[in-house]
């Protein structure tokens, strides 16, 4: 099994920052793309953004393009995401999702419990 763990959500102010992380540990022969995910009330789960763990190459959903940043440590299986200049529009729960490789060779995803990130003044 493999287990996805997130943290650092919590509350800002518009126009502020926060970090969130995220690390999958477990049965993983090789971790092939994470990413972070969110659901705000009402509305389905979207794409945030998402890195690939072996090749660096990333995707951002248009809304976040220059405002928040993805990045990873590969030999860790762990993920960031730093935003900064928040809306109160980016306020959901944040999941973090990890498309892995078992020791079988089998794909596997696996998503964490999810981080509230709530923007407002």
């Known amino acids: 099994q493999v287990q996805v763990v997130e943290s650092g959500g919590g509350l800002a102010q518009p126009g502020g920052s926060l970090r969130l992380s995220c690390a999958a540990s477990?049965?993983?022969?090789?971790?092939?793309?994470m990413g972070w995910y969110r659901q705000a009330p009402g509305k389905e789960r979207e794409l945030v953004a998402n890195?690939?763990?072996?090749?660096?190459?990333?995707n951002y959903q248009d809304s976040v393009k220059g405002r928040f940043t993805i990045s990873k440590n590969t030999a860790e299986n762990t993920v960031y995401l730093e935003m900064n200049s928040l809306k109160p529009e980016d306020t959901a729960v944040y999941y973090c999702?990890?498309?892995?490789?078992?020791?079988?060779?089998?794909?596997?995803?696996?998503w964490g419990q999810g981080t509230l990130v709530t923007v407002s003044s």
């Open positions: 890195i690939f763990m072996h090749g660096g190459g990333t």
């Open positions: 999702n990890a498309r892995s490789y078992t020791p079988d060779l089998k794909m596997m995803d696996t």
């Open positions: 477990g049965s993983i022969f090789r971790m092939i793309v």
